[in-house]
């Protein structure tokens, strides 16, 4: 595809419930990140994949929230158990490096009800 | 920790008046800045990078590395500039992107 895909674009889920939202990165980069946008906090980092290193997973909120990227390709950013303050748009974004620009996705708008 | 601050959350001009986005950050190294902006119903996407010091669609922005700011600047704002801005760093060496809390942007004709 021409660009970062993002699924679903939209999705509301019960509290308590899990959730799954994937990321197409750009075919050939290498690295893949997660960032979440919420209601006046700006993009925050969740986490980062580059290659074949270990992730970055430093941004993560808590335990509940996972990544992870199979055959150096597409994410998924697994949220367990969630709670209202996980509503939030979902953004994952991807680059040929670490040192170059980033390309970000549509992102996926989670609503915990 | 490094930090960029964004302190107007709105701002409103009219068509054709100069604007100015303001941006500081901190950080005791030498940081990349960034700014990304995002239009309505668009996805996010790169404006301008202080390195290239380059402008586009207008704008520019300039390193203040004695006063720690990255403010972006059009001299005559066009309607089509409409939209949510984000200042953003990135750490020598560093791989993520530390975000401001946005600007929205709204150009009155």
């Known amino acids: 595809g021409a660009g970062v895909s993002q699924s679903p674009s939209n999705k509301v889920t019960e509290k308590g419930k899990d959730v799954e939202l994937r990321c197409d990165p750009i075919?050939?980069?290498?690295?893949l990140y997660w960032y979440r946008q919420s209601l006046g906090q700006g993009l925050e980092f969740l986490i980062y994949?580059?290659?074949?290193?270990?992730?970055?997973k430093s941004g993560l909120p808590s335990d509940r929230f996972s990544a992870e990227r199979t055959g150096g390709s597409v994410s998924t950013l697994t949220i367990q158990r969630t709670q209202q303050e996980d509503s939030a748009v979902y953004l994952c974004?991807?680059?040929?490096?670490?040192?170059?620009?980033?390309?970000f996705g549509q992102g996926t708008r989670l609503t915990v009800v | 920790a490094q930090r960029v601050t964004q302190p107007e959350k709105l701002l409103s001009v009219f068509k054709g008046a100069p604007v100015e986005l303001k941006c500081n950050y901190s950080?005791?190294?030498?940081?990349?800045l960034f700014w990304y902006v995002q239009y309505s119903r668009q996805r996010l996407q790169l404006l301008l990078r202080?390195?290239s010091r380059e402008s586009i669609k207008g704008f520019t922005a300039d390193l203040n590395k004695g006063e720690t700011s990255f403010h972006l600047k059009k001299p005559f704002a066009q309607e089509e500039d409409s939209a949510m801005y984000y200042c953003?760093?990135?750490?020598?060496?560093?791989?993520?992107?530390?975000f401001g809390e946005g600007t929205q942007l709204t150009v009155n004709p």
């Open positions: 950080y005791s190294g030498s940081p990349e």
């Open positions: 953003a760093l990135k750490i020598t060496s560093g791989s993520r992107l530390t």
């Open positions: 974004a991807s680059s040929l490096g670490w040192d170059r620009d980033a390309f």
């Open positions: 994949f580059q290659g074949n290193s270990a992730p970055d």
């Open positions: 202080h390195i």
């Open positions: 075919s050939g980069h290498t690295a």
